[in-house]
């Protein structure tokens, strides 16, 4: 018995940002498979996410190598144990490339507790405050930690004048509402497409239009259709439907307020901006 077609990707006419992805865990061939297959479904522009001192220059290395590859700099918080002056020293100083858009991805992960919990406080807590210096947005991963996310985060949010992203939110609406009045964006993926993830699409429905991101979290997280295959940028368009399903609006509206939302958050401080730019939502 032959299997059923999963449904094509489909490609809309307003260009995508890719706000959170992991490029440097493909090799190079599947590398490019990706970006190729990325700019025919009108992914612009991919922002590749740093997770630990072993990937902080294979992420600046991606990010300098392609115009349409961008990255971060940061300690995920499963590798807090790994944060040392040596290693702050490296994120500083890459993060003073052009490349560079953003201090991430950081913050606390009480559901693996792979690093001891003062250990992530207090490497979450010194690396906010190199984004605040450095006047840079962050990139936040919160999982399981919500009342300690929510205390540190309303110790330094008024200093953090770029604010940033909790990207593949899944924690409670209560989060949600605390950190989008500090001004925060949610990034949301291929989890809203999941049938168990109701909570997620509860916060989803009480995100201002103003305040989501679209991201893969890729190679994991695959939406439906292709759930079961590793994740990649190409499949973001999936993501885009179901939040504009749940949001009640036309997709092509969704997506330029996303790309907008993406331009805010990460690429304000960047003089050029591509002649792809939408015409500006409302």
């Not at 605040?132 to 991963?141: N, T």
């Not at 504009?244 to 331009?263: G, P, T, W």
Request: aromatic letters at 8%.
């Amino acid at each position: 018995m032959s299997k059923k077609k999963r449904r094509d990707i489909p490609h809309f006419k307003t260009p995508i940002i890719e706000t959170h992805c992991h490029l440097d865990y493909l090799d190079q061939a599947d590398l490019e498979i990706t970006l190729a297959k990325s700019r025919q479904v009108g992914i612009e522009r991919i922002i590749t996410i740093a997770v630990s001192a072993g990937n902080l220059e294979s992420v600046m290395k991606l990010a300098t190598s392609s115009a349409n590859i961008w990255g971060t700099q940061g300690i995920h918080p499963h590798e807090a144990e790994s944060y040392t002056p040596e290693v702050d020293a490296i994120i500083r100083r890459n993060a003073g490339h052009a490349k560079i858009l953003a201090v991430g991805e950081i913050g606390l992960d009480y559901y693996y507790d792979h690093a001891d919990r003062a250990v992530q406080r207090s490497v979450f807590e010194q690396q906010l405050q190199t984004a605040i210096e450095l006047d840079l947005p962050v990139v936040i991963h919160t999982r399981e930690a919500d009342d300690d996310t929510r205390d540190i985060l309303k110790n330094c949010s008024t200093s953090l004048n770029r604010k940033g992203v909790i990207h593949s939110f899944t924690s409670s609406l209560a989060l949600a509402e605390f950190c989008l009045a500090e001004g925060f964006m949610l990034g949301f993926n291929g989890i809203t497409t999941f049938n168990s993830a109701d909570n997620v699409r509860q916060v989803v429905a009480a995100t201002p239009m103003t305040q989501l991101l679209l991201e893969t979290d890729a190679p994991y997280l695959t939406p439906v259709p292709y759930r079961g295959r590793p994740n990649a940028p190409y499949y973001l368009p999936f993501i885009a439907e179901t939040l504009a399903a749940i949001k009640e609006v036309d997709i092509e509206e969704l997506l330029q307020q996303a790309y907008y939302n993406s331009l805010d958050v990460f690429f304000s401080g960047l003089k050029e901006t591509q002649a792809t730019t939408p015409a500006a939502p409302g």
